[in-house]
């Protein structure tokens, strides 16, 4: 079946080190891919997509590639800061899924100035 | 305007216990979901509504579990005979038709003593 495995955590950075979370999907189909990032006390919120191979997702100087070839969609971000704080979920979806949604286990950063 | 509300925040109860979980979805948001997260687990798919579809419950662990959509908004997610395993945040999402962002709720914390 479909899925998603992501790096385990929690990753510690120093402000303004680069960051790198790994996400491999498995799916039966021609999966679109997605980050979704939950900050402390808030809800789940987007952060990035890409719906085809190749694409490029990009938001808050975060990026992600859709690699076909690797069945990869690793999270980066050239430069972290304080506010990054927070667990990034990767995610895909299918049309054989019908719009279920399947998420990695999150990976928790925490930013130290 | 309002996001997707989620009550109770928290709920403690005792098992064999029956529980019910409210989600408001956003206006005009035609598909809902609900997932649960357990602690050092990714989001579980339980359920998805979509317009006056049939629901897609392939996800529900039991027939303990189950839920409804009322008028085509708010939903309720039931947990009958609630055993310990079933303590977790329960977050609900919903989204456009055809659209890949989901808009999350803030969980309910169920905890079964």
């Known amino acids: 079946g479909d899925s998603v495995t992501q790096m385990e955590g929690p990753v510690t950075l120093s402000e303004e080190a680069f960051l790198t979370i790994n996400c491999t999907y498995t799916a039966t189909g021609y999966p679109s891919l997605f980050w979704y990032v939950q900050y402390p006390g808030e809800g789940l919120q987007l952060l990035l997509k890409?719906?085809?191979?190749?694409d490029k997702g990009s938001n808050k100087g975060f990026e992600a590639t859709y690699r076909k070839e690797t069945t990869s969609f690793h999270l980066e971000k050239g430069s972290v800061q304080v506010s990054d704080s927070a667990v990034y979920f990767c995610?895909?979806?299918?049309?054989?899924?019908?719009?279920?949604?399947?998420f990695g286990t999150g990976t928790s950063l925490t930013v130290i100035p | 305007g309002a996001g997707v509300s989620q009550s109770p925040s928290n709920k403690v109860t005792e098992k064999g216990k029956d529980v019910e979980l409210r989600c408001d979805p956003i206006?005009?948001?035609?598909?809902l979901y609900w997932y649960r997260q357990s602690l050092g687990q990714g989001l579980e798919f339980l359920i998805y509504?979509?317009?006056?579809?049939?629901?897609?419950k392939s996800g529900l662990p039991s027939d303990r579990f189950s839920a409804e959509r009322t008028g085509g908004s708010v939903s309720t997610l039931t947990i009958q005979r609630t055993q310990q395993e079933d303590s977790a945040v329960y977050l609900c999402a919903s989204s456009f038709w055809g659209s890949y962002e989901q808009y999350f709720g803030p969980g309910t914390r169920l905890t079964v003593t």
């Open positions: 890409a719906t085809k191979a190749d």
């Open positions: 995610a895909l979806t299918t049309a054989n899924t019908g719009n279920q949604f399947y």
């Open positions: 509504f979509q317009g006056n579809s049939a629901p897609d």
């Open positions: 206006s005009g948001h035609t598909a």
